[in-house]
Antibody
Framework: QVQLQESGPGLVKPSQTLSLTCTVS??????????WSWIRQPAGKGLEWIGR???????NYNPSLKSRVTISVDTSKNQFSLKLSSVTAADTAVYYC?????????????WGQGTLVTVSS | QSVLTQPPSVSGAPGQRVTISCTGS?????????VHWYQQLPGTAPKLLIY???DRPSGVPDRFSGSKSGASASLAITGLQAEDEADYYC???????????FGGGTKLAVL
C-alpha cells in the first residue's frame, strides 16, 4: 500500500522560504508511471494545485506561483520536496503531497494526510 | 475564481439523489481532458471518488457516478446517506495553464 507523508516546519516567518518534504513508502518514486505533486488548501477554501515533478526531474508549476516555487526529487530517499519563497500570510494553508498517474487518466489516487503551515511573525 | 465552476452547496434528504455540476471551458474539459472527482470529509485529505470521468476506484460504492458532456461534468449521488456529507471537488487538466486545475468545491448537506 502506497503511503505519502508530509514533513516540515509548521510555522514560517513572512518573506522567508517554506520548505516541505514528502516521503513515499510502499512504492518507488523512481517509477516513470507517476507524477508527484503538491497541492494546498487554505482554511475553509478550495484546493489549489502548486506543481508536479516527474522522476526524471522535469517540473511543471501553477503559473500563479511559478516565480516562487521549486519542486525537487531525491530518488535515493524516495522523497520529493517543495520550496516556496517570499511567503506571506496568504500562503498559510494545509499542504498536501499526492500521486498522479502519468500513463493513465486515474486522478490523484494517493494523498498524504496534509500538514498545516502558518506564515506569521 | 476557480477555472472549473461548481455550485457552492447542494443538499438533499436521506435516500434522495443529488447532482453536482462542474463547468469548464474549451481549454480543459471541453478539450477532451478527463475529469476526476474527490470527496473530502471534514479534517481529512481528499479521497479519489471518480476517475476518468466515470470510473470508480475499488471500494467506492456504486451510489456514486460521474459523467461528462462537452465542457461540463457531473457527479451524481443516489441513495443519499448521512456519511456522504462532505466537500466534493472536480479536477481536470488545463492546456492554457499547462497544469491541473480544481473546481472551487461543493459542500453537500444531508438534511
Amino acid at each position: 500500500q502506497v503511503q505519502l507523508q508530509e514533513s516540515g516546519p509548521g510555522l514560517v516567518k513572512p518573506s522567508q522560504t517554506l520548505s516541505l518534504t514528502c516521503t513515499v513508502s510502499g512504492g518507488s518514486i523512481s517509477s516513470d508511471s507517476y507524477y508527484w505533486s503538491w497541492i494546498r488548501q487554505p482554511a475553509g477554501k478550495g484546493l489549489e494545485w502548486i506543481g508536479r515533478i516527474y522522476p526524471s526531474g522535469s517540473t511543471n508549476y501553477n503559473p500563479s506561483l511559478k516565480s516562487r516555487v521549486t519542486i525537487s526529487v531525491d530518488t535515493s530517499k524516495n522523497q520529493f520536496s517543495l520550496k516556496l519563497s517570499s511567503v506571506t500570510a496568504a500562503d498559510t494553508a494545509v499542504y498536501y503531497c499526492a500521486r498522479f498517474s502519468a500513463i493513465s487518466s486515474s486522478g490523484f489516487d494517493y494523498w498524504g494526510q496534509g500538514t498545516l503551515v502558518t506564515v506569521s511573525s | 475564481q476557480s477555472v472549473l465552476t461548481q455550485p457552492p452547496s447542494v443538499s438533499g434528504a436521506p435516500g434522495q439523489r443529488v447532482t453536482i455540476s462542474c463547468t469548464g471551458s474549451s481549454s480543459n474539459i471541453g478539450a477532451a481532458y478527463d475529469v476526476h472527482w474527490y470527496q473530502q470529509l471534514p479534517g481529512t485529505a481528499p479521497k479519489l471518488l471518480i476517475y476518468g470521468n466515470s470510473d470508480r476506484p475499488s471500494g467506492v460504492p456504486d451510489r456514486f457516478s460521474g459523467s461528462k458532456s462537452g465542457a461540463s461534468a457531473s457527479l451524481a449521488i443516489t441513495g443519499l446517506q448521512a456519511e456522504d456529507e462532505a466537500d466534493y471537488y472536480c479536477q481536470s487538466y488545463d492546456t492554457s495553464l499547462s497544469g491541473w486545475v480544481f473546481g472551487g468545491g461543493t459542500k453537500l448537506a444531508v438534511l
